[in-house]
């Protein structure tokens, strides 16, 4: 069983920085991938970028070269930071983290991100 809780967000003008955390307890040894998604009003959600616990990435093409993913192993939490936000980032970004051999998703509450022109 794993419990993820999302922190940071909120509301920042064009061309600007923000970074969401996700820390994960409980069984954390026993996750293979952790991931951000997003989704934006009317439409479907999306994998921003995910990580391996072996620290190997992958990024929307969409948000290349502006954010990145990290892990901190030493507090069991995921990062996001995101650089040179446009307003079409706006949305509700989730973290996930994917059980190794079940595949089972646990997700984060969401937390949201609003970029202003």
Not at 3 to 29: K, M, T, Y
Not at 41 to 55: C, Q
Not at 95 to 116: D, P, R
Request: charged share 15%.
């Amino acid at each position: 069983q794993v419990e993820l809780v999302q922190s940071g967000g909120g509301l920042v003008q064009s061309g600007g920085s923000l970074i969401l955390s996700c820390v994960a307890s409980g069984d954390f040894n026993s996750i293979g991938v952790m991931a951000w998604y997003r989704q934006a009003p009317g439409k479907e959600r999306e994998l921003v970028a995910d990580i391996t616990m072996s620290g190997t990435t992958k990024y929307a093409d969409s948000v290349k070269g502006r954010f990145t993913t990290a892990i901190d192993f030493a507090e069991n939490k995921l990062w996001l930071q995101m650089n040179n936000l446009r307003p079409d980032d706006t949305a509700v970004y989730y973290c996930n983290a994917e059980q190794q051999g079940t595949w089972y998703l646990y997700w984060g509450q969401g937390t949201q991100v609003t970029v202003s022109s």
